[in-house]
């Protein structure tokens, strides 16, 4: 096998180079309260009336033991972001010795909590016309760019852009695992199964550069739709698209990959389809050599347009209920127990309130965060492995977390997203055990969820939701825990997630912790003390007795050494990434401290970030070089490497 040293140095590139310490002018750009961008909209829905008739002190029965049916032992990062391709160097960071700071510091929250950094998956739409090159590019100002956006493909209707992209981006993301110990997934481009070879670099410098921290690669996205979107042909089916599967594969084996087992498929967007009809067709068994996960993506609903405009005002209350997670996991009965049987993991790779970029006002409301945290924990008690929240671009509203425009990055913050929230409680609910067992208790209403956390074999936590929006009080409710076959403890630990209403957009606070008032106020830490409820139990009753207001969620703590084992470090000791090497306008200088930085290795050099959407129309950067123009210079090289190969007895 050539190596990817090997490969590189006919390439032309140097796996490593000097550090570069970011020095950036100030930049004059007034501080802009809103932009017409949907990660910054305004628009705030109203939330429904209260359903009445609501009971007001709920039962919440535990067993002391483990109960049957709970789930496989799940991690606290078990919900994790989805980046589009198209935006990885706005998000991510300029290059590996540029990072975002506000981005290792959301992700760093998670880290706090979990006990290991969260998984994040590079790809999406843009990564099936992607190709990766040795160097960066340089656009029309003299700037070094490690992604390069072309052509739109007008047949999408998500009208992503194509993507040429640096092996910078893998050095780039090593340099934050080494930060947080994230970990990653990575999309390969299906879009010419056979005419694979720039898949194959990429499939080497992945594993090479990322080692252990790179948990799969992911081969194709939405294949089920190729034929709808022109890029096969019209006839295309299970039977063709296992042809291409079987070749690719057949390539990347003789790569003589340190790691074989490392596919994550099929990634079809159709969740009745995969079992129905990709693993019926025997999926499973003719790649399972290759197989080290099952992907899915889902979202409840969409904002493409191909169904018509939908108001978001009229399905918002259809995500404020437990009904809704109880229909994301329906989705997958049938498929879920085939995977799992098989000893395969079940991620959900991609979701979010709403496709093409989700809805604004409800994308960004905390009934989406209620939502998030239910859907999570009811995926976690049907034994799915991951979740990744999607984090797309300026034209988006459902992001987790945005940064800002690329003509205000200089002198403005990042926008946390309120769908956020949902994973810190769901990371602080898990743990730093890897031992979480999760069970849906099935409570009475449809508004008044409740999950249970077991860890070897005993309660350890619980969490309760609650959908109404109701300021009278009247819509409370009390989670009355008892223990069947044992006594309760003498105290319980109460963190709450709260806000005025599930409208609400940026006054959300987390165990009294807030994450920016309004747009561009974040730099990914949380603000504010932190406070935890103390509630006194009746042990001669056997009940603890919680209260939770509409709307909310309360984290129940049972133990002090579950409280212990979820909360971050003392904050004067919690890893969190500076922001003061700027000195731009108005206080908000995001950017890392350099000390860090010379710990790192990368190339690259300084210019602006570009900061970009999968959602909506994008033209070509100025003076970028489209793919097309490119690849014959490219595609020598390869030729060249070919050679070699072939020369070497590969």
């Known amino acids: 096998m050539l190596t990817l040293p090997l490969l590189l140095s006919l390439l032309g590139t140097a796996a490593n180079a000097a550090v570069t310490i970011y020095s950036v002018s100030t930049s004059s750009a007034p501080f802009a309260q809103s932009t017409g961008n949907s990660a910054y909209s305004s628009l705030v829905l109203t939330a429904p009336n209260p359903p009445g008739n609501l009971q007001k002190d709920v039962p919440v029965v535990l067993q002391t033991t483990t109960p049957a049916g709970v789930s496989i032992s799940q991690k606290g990062s078990f919900l994790g972001f989805s980046v589009e391709l198209s935006v990885a160097d706005a998000v991510l960071g300029y290059n590996s010795t540029v990072l975002n700071p506000p981005f ?23 990564q099936d016309e992607s190709a990766m090159f040795p160097t960066t590019f340089t656009d029309a100002f003299g700037h070094q760019r490690m992604i390069q956006k072309w052509r739109v493909d007008n047949a999408n209707h998500t009208e992503t852009p194509n993507i040429n992209f640096a092996m910078e981006l893998f050095y780039t993301m090593r340099s934050i695992s080494d930060l947080v110990d994230a970990d990653w997934y990575f999309g390969l481009a299906f879009d010419q199964p056979f005419n694979d070879s720039n898949a194959m670099l990429v499939a080497q410098a992945a594993q090479e550069t990322l080692g252990h921290h790179l948990v799969a690669l992911q081969l194709g996205n939405e294949p089920d739709l190729y034929a709808g979107l022109g890029r096969r042909q019209e006839e295309y089916g299970i039977p063709e698209y296992f042809t291409e599967y079987s070749h690719f594969l057949g390539d990347l084996q003789a790569q003589n990959l340190p790691e074989q087992k490392i596919i994550l498929g099929p990634r079809w967007k159709d969740p009745l389809q ?42 918002f209350p259809n995500y404020l209920t437990h009904r809704a997670a109880k229909a994301f996991v329906n989705n997958y009965l049938t498929t879920a127990p085939s995977v799992i049987n098989a000893g395969l993991p079940f991620v959900v790779l991609e979701t979010n309130t709403a496709s093409c970029g989700g809805f604004p006002g409800l994308s960004d409301s905390f009934g989406a965060t209620l939502w998030g945290i239910d859907s999570a924990f009811a995926l ?8 990744l929240l999607h984090v797309g671009g300026q034209s988006d509203s459902y ?36 031992a979480s067992q999760i069970i849906d208790l099935n409570l009475p209403s449809e508004f008044q969820p409740g ?80 406070q935890t409820v103390v509630i006194q139990c009746d042990q001669a009753a056997n009940q603890c007795v919680v209260p939770v207001k509409a709307p909310s969620v309360a984290l129940v703590f049972l133990s002090d050494d579950a409280l212990s084992q979820s909360s971050p470090k003392d904050p004067a000791s919690s890893l969190t990434f500076a922001t003061s090497v700027y000195t731009g306008k108005g206080g908000h200088h995001p950017h890392i401290d350099p000390a860090v930085l010379r710990t790192m290795n990368g190339d690259g050099g300084v210019g602006p970030r570009h900061v970009g959407s999968t959602s909506n129309p994008l033209t070509p950067m100025p003076g970028a070089a489209t793919r097309s123009a490119a690849v014959p210079t490219f595609a020598s090289v390869l030729a060249l490497a070919l050679a070699v190969m072939l020369a070497a007895g590969r």
């Open 399 to 434: 992001n987790p977390f945005t940064p800002p425009p690329t003509n205000m990055s200089k002198d403005h913050m990042w926008t946390t997203g309120s769908i956020y929230y949902s994973t810190l409680v769901v990371a602080e609910a898990f743990g730093k055990s890897n």
């Open 451 to 530: 999950y249970a956390i077991y860890e070897n074999g005993v309660p350890t936590r619980v969490a309760l939701i609650n959908f109404v929006t109701d300021a009278s009080g009247t819509s409370d409710f009390n989670g009355v825990i008892s223990f069947n076959g044992g006594t309760v403890p003498d105290h319980v630990s109460v963190r709450y997630l709260e806000a005025p209403s599930v409208s609400e957009k940026f006054n959300i606070k987390w165990a009294g912790q807030n994450m920016g008032s309004a747009i561009f106020t974040s730099d990914g830490r949380l603000t504010g003390d932190v």
């Open 380 to 387: 976690a008690a049907m034994n799915f492995s991951q979740v």
């Open 104 to 126: 290792l510091n959301y992700l760093a929250n998670i880290k706090e909590r979990a006990g290991h950094g969260p998984t994040v998956r590079v790809g999406g739409n843009s």
């Open 274 to 315: 995969i079992y129905a009809q990709v693993l019926d067709a025997g999926y499973l068994q003719q790649f399972g050599n290759w197989l080290k996960m099952i992907g899915v993506m889902h979202y409840p609903a969409d904002n493409c347009g191909l169904n018509g405009v939908v108001n978001p005002q009229e399905i």
